[in-house]
Nanobody, 124 residues
Framework: QVQLVESGGGSVQAGGSLSLSCKSS????????MAWFRQAPGKEREGVAT???????NYASSLEGRFTISEDTAQNTLYLQMRSLKPEDTAMYYC??????????????????GGQGTQVTVSS
């Protein structure tokens, strides 16, 4: 069982930055994929970014390069650095993980383990 605990959410004005963290218990020595998803009220959960055990990353095209995913294997922590935030980035952000190669299509149900989420609110 892999435990995932997100933190770092909060409220920020448009144009601001925020950094999310996800502390995990995944075995970093194994092939694995970690990901960030988000879900806005009334919308489906969507993939934000993935990072594979070898550092390969993938991002949702809609982000326009504003977000950066990274993994500190020494600290077993996944990060999401967000900049130039927009009101439409407001959502609950979730961390996900599994012992798989990262899928090219980011879908929540592709991952066996998920966190409880951290809220990000961007005001205009």
């Amino acid at each position: 069982q892999v435990q995932l605990v997100e933190s770092g959410g909060g409220s920020v004005q448009a144009g601001g930055s925020l950094s999310l963290s996800c502390k995990s218990s995944i075995s970093v020595g194994r092939v694995h994929c970690m990901a960030w998803f988000r879900q806005a009220p009334g919308k489906e959960r969507e993939g934000v970014a993935t990072i594979q055990y070898d550092g390969d990353t993938n991002y949702a095209s809609s982000l326009e390069g504003r977000f950066t995913i990274s993994e500190d294997t020494a600290q077993n922590t996944l990060y999401l650095q967000m900049r130039s935030l927009k009101p439409e980035d407001t959502a609950m952000y979730y961390c996900a993980a599994d012992y798989i190669l990262c899928p090219r299509t980011m879908r929540w149900n592709y991952f066996k383990y998920g966190g409880q989420g951290t809220q990000v609110t961007v005001s205009s």
